[in-house]
T-cell receptor, first 114, second 116 residues
Framework: DTAVSQTPKYLVTQMGNDKSIKCEQN?????MYWYKQDSKKFLKIMFS???????INETVPNRFSPKSPDKAHLNLHINSLELGDSAVYFC?????????????FGPGTRLTVT | AQKITQTQPGMFVQEKEAVTLDCTYD???????LFWYKQPSSGEMIFLIY??????QNATEGRYSLNFQKARKSANLVISASQLGDSAMYFC?????????????FGPGTRLSVLP
């Protein structure tokens, strides 16, 4: 019954590898997000999708590519991983627009690049 | 420029006391939403409380209340009767009308420690 789920929860990999993080929400929300939380706990939006359409694409290296096969899923693929990519990545979802609904977060994926 | 400012990197409060966590925001929109989230050491992000820019009453949710002062652009979180389990990072966030209302901005957070 998890509202927003992410897999994997932990990911340890070497520099240069390619990895993916999957996210699914069962709330029927139109909008999904990816956030990066750095070691200082600063939370920064990376991408936002509305009904499979990319809405927000912050200044993120193009090694990061989101993919939304349907509005319940938003996956994050990262190519050529670098040490600086080590962080916690959160997926979130929210109802669209006017209701100003809050975001529901997944449990996070802790990525460690060695 | 920072859209959300939380000036207290860390706060201490005695158990059972009330504590106020500060948040100021910057927007030129008339319509926006303000949120507070809690992140305990286990890492999950937990939604606490929401205030709409047009809401005239301050939001309350159990022991949490939001002291909304629109003219000062502040949205402080008040936690009454602190409990040890309230020890966590607290993030203030704003949702603006840009990009179909999907633009969430988070502040840098305040680490609250509740002392027994």
């Amino acid at each position: 019954d998890t509202a927003v789920s992410q897999t994997p929860k932990y990911l340890v990999t070497q520099m240069g590898n390619d990895k993916s993080i999957k996210c699914e929400q069962n709330l029927g929300h139109d909008t999904m997000y990816w956030y990066k939380q750095d070691s200082k706990k600063f939370l920064k939006i990376m991408f936002s999708y509305n009904n499979k359409e990319l809405i927000i694409n912050e200044t993120v290296p193009n090694r990061f590519s989101p993919k939304s096969p349907d509005k319940a899923h938003l996956n994050l693929h990262i190519n050529s991983l670098e040490l600086g990519d080590s962080a916690v990545y959160f997926c979130a979802s929210s109802p669209r627009g006017g209701g100003w609904g809050e975001q529901y977060f997944g449990p996070g994926t802790r990525l460690t690049v060695t | 420029a920072q859209k959300i400012t939380q000036t207290q990197p860390g706060m201490f409060v005695q158990e059972k006391e009330a504590v106020t966590l500060d948040c100021t925001y910057d927007t030129s929109d008339q319509s926006y939403g303000l949120f507070w989230y809690k992140q305990p050491s286990s890492g999950e992000m937990i939604f606490l409380i929401y205030q709409g820019s047009y809401d005239e009453q301050n939001a309350t949710e159990g022991r949490y209340s939001l002291n909304f002062q629109k003219a000062r652009k502040s949205a402080n979180l008040v936690i009454s009767a602190s409990q040890l389990g309230d020890s966590a990072m607290y993030f203030c966030a704003m949702r603006e009308a840009d990009n179909y209302g999907q633009n969430f901005v988070f502040g840098p957070g305040t680490r609250l420690s509740v002392l027994p």
